[in-house]
């Protein structure tokens, strides 16, 4: 399995933007599909983006598109989630992942998860 320590994450202010980071260890990230997701407190963790192993293809969940933009640089073994326009709604546990397989959004098909890092957005 591939371990994945996120960070980045902090307090901002509606409009404002930040870049989360996501390093992983081992040989495998390069070859693994990868994403983001959040959990606000009292929900389930929910789909943000998806990025496949050669970053060639990225996907977004509807309430991010033209905000969020997910990419990876393989041989630094991270994966970034840069998010502008930030929302109040958008505050959350963002936790990156990875797996083997085909695109997926669920959360029961990433074998490997981080530990989380807080985005806090006021209004």
């Known amino acids: 399995q591939v371990q994945l320590v996120e960070s980045g994450g902090g307090l901002v202010r509606a409009g404002d933007s930040l870049r989360l980071s996501c390093v992983a260890s081992?040989?495998?990230?390069?070859?693994?599909?990868a994403g983001w997701f959040h959990q606000a407190p009292g929900k389930e963790r929910e789909f943000v983006a998806q990025?496949?192993?050669?970053?060639?293809?990225?996907y977004y969940a509807d309430s991010v598109k033209g905000r969020f933009t997910i990419s990876r640089d393989n041989a630094k073994n991270t994966m970034y989630l840069q998010m502008n326009s930030l929302k109040p709604e958008d505050t959350a546990v963002y936790y990156c992942?990875?797996?083997?397989?085909?695109?997926?959004?669920?959360?029961?098909?990433?074998?490997?998860w981080g530990q989380g890092t807080q985005v806090t957005v006021s209004s």
């Open positions: 990025i496949t192993p050669g970053g060639g293809f990225t």
């Open positions: 992942a990875a797996r083997s397989g085909p695109y997926s959004e669920r959360t029961t098909d990433f074998a490997s």
């Open positions: 081992g040989r495998t990230f390069s070859r693994s599909g």
